[in-house]
């Protein structure tokens, strides 16, 4: 016992220390760089207009395609303009996903057709031809679907789950309507049907399909096509079927799952004037879904990240450790980018003490969330009377991202959180364009990620 008290006692000694440090000898220096990094970041707009280029004349980018390769070629280029020490290409095999030209759905109602709006989900199949002609079964959750099991066979699922305000975070939302489009496929072709509509995950009442991909198919269960539909005609069609469960629908899907091809990773650094060998990470996923220009997911917090490196450079900042940017191909659908990155890591032994990802669209900036020991949290947490200057109001425990959780051993996985409140009105649509960008919002978020990247490499963990 004397022992266990004589150690917190030696913690909290010790956090103290720091905390006398950090405030009398850091502080007014860290305050004034990060005000640098704050004006520079808003008078410039280097990354705004950056994001503005990627969206208006690359667009779209999803993994595998021809316009991923443009980006990709293209964040190559902008990077070596910057001027880091070090700019390359990890090559990765990615999964090659087509959604085709043909997405219809139509509603045959008595003597009334009408067409729905639908968008095929990522890894879906196409129908035959000439369509699936299907009878249909609402459900709003698995359990219900298993009771009505028999009713399932040969109809089309529609997967009627709302998005609950009620949830505070949007995140939040998300996560518990995800799994209807994630497997709700999979559970569907178990109870013998012959495809899937689901309806969209979004905040935003219009008719706008989201999309996503789907869990891809055990050897066990048969493929079948599946789509999203959007709000209004959701409606609509759970209308029509109270009125008329013998309805049917004729749905046409001509997407295709081709063989894997070659794509990259982006890859720059600045190296670290006195500890190199300690790496610190800033990174995003490059890739989009092929809907919209994928402005906020994720071609925004892409550019935020390369703006990190473009922020140092233009500022003259030498980081003690080294600043690494990652742009990770085909988090969408595979995580292959993020894998392959950190078996090269690990093959290296390489000290990545540190990620900090952007993955959750280019709004106002709120806080960051970090897996880590809670003593790397506290330390971070002193920070944040420098961070606040970039409206970062808190640091605590929570996930990291789905890219740089493949990296073991960091002492600290970090995720940048902006507000979420509109988020899910765009994500993986047609609604996620440039336009919905706003500038200073962007570059607080490049800011931000750029302050803390910084106090890491001079503070540590």
């Known amino acids: 016992m004397k022992s266990l008290i004589f150690s917190l006692l ?9 905390t006398q440090s950090f405030n009398n000898n850091n502080l007014k220096h860290y305050s004034n760089i990060a005000d640098e990094i704050i004006t520079s970041s808003l008078n410039d707009t280097v990354g705004y207009n950056l994001a503005r280029y990627l969206c208006k004349n690359i667009g779209s980018r999803l993994s595998g395609s021809e316009n991923s390769l443009k980006a990709i070629k293209w964040a190559e280029k902008t990077l070596i303009d910057m001027n880091p020490d070090t700019v390359w290409l990890q090559p990765v095999m990615v999964p090659r996903w087509i959604r085709g030209n043909v ?61 609950k305000n009620s949830f505070v975070e949007t995140f939040n939302g998300y996560g518990d309507a995800v799994k209807f489009r994630v497997d709700g496929p999979i559970e569907a072709s ?16 219009d008719n706008v399909p989201h999309v996503g991909t789907i869990r891809t198919f055990p050897d066990s269960v048969k493929e079948i096509p599946a789509a999203a539909i959007g709000l209004i005609d959701a409606e609509f069609l759970s209308k029509s079927l109270k009125e008329n469960p013998g309805l049917t629908i004729n749905l046409k899907l001509s997407a295709r799952n081709l063989k894997e091809v070659l794509s990259y990773n982006v890859i720059a650094e600045i190296k ?37 490196i473009d922020i140092f450079k233009r500022l003259n900042i030498k980081p003690k450790r080294t600043i690494r940017c990652v742009l990770f ?44 020991d809670s003593s790397v949290i506290s330390k971070m947490q002193k920070w944040i009377p420098v961070l606040e200057k970039s409206l970062i109001d808190w640091v605590k425990p929570g996930h990291g991202g789905a890219d740089i959780g493949q990296i073991k051993n960091a002492k600290a996985l970090i995720g940048f959180v902006p507000d979420a409140q509109r988020y899910f009105d765009v994500h993986h649509s047609d609604n996620d364009v440039f336009e919905e960008i706003n500038a200073r919002e962007m570059e607080l978020g490049s800011a931000a990620i750029a302050i803390l990247a910084y106090l890491i490499s001079e503070e540590g963990l």
């Open 329 to 372: 191909i085909n988090e969408e659908n595979g995580l292959r980018g993020a894998l392959k990155y950190a078996e090269y890591i690990d093959s290296l032994k390489e000290n990545n003490i540190a990620a900090i990802e952007s993955d959750r669209g280019a709004f106002t900036p709120r806080g960051f969330t970090v897996e880590a």
């Open 190 to 205: 178990k109870a013998g049907a012959a495809a899937v509509i689901t309806r969209s995950i979004t905040t935003k009442y």
């Open 103 to 163: 997405e219809k759905a139509v509603l045959l109602n008595n003597n009334l057709e009408k067409t729905l709006n639908v968008a095929a989900l990522g890894r879906s199949i196409a129908t035959p031809e000439e369509g699936i002609n299907a009878g249909v079964i609402e459900v709003n959750s698995f359990e219900e679907l298993i009771e009505r099991k028999n009713e399932a066979k040969g109809k089309i699922v529609f997967f009627n789950y709302r998005f």
């Open 10 to 18: 030696f913690i909290s000694f010790s956090g103290s220390l720091y």
């Open 272 to 308: 670290g004037t006195e500890k190199p060998d300690e790496i610190i990470v800033v990174g995003s996923h490059f890739d989009s879904w092929d809907k919209g220009e994928g402005a906020h997911d994720d071609g925004a917090p892409s550019v935020q990240v390369m703006e990190v």
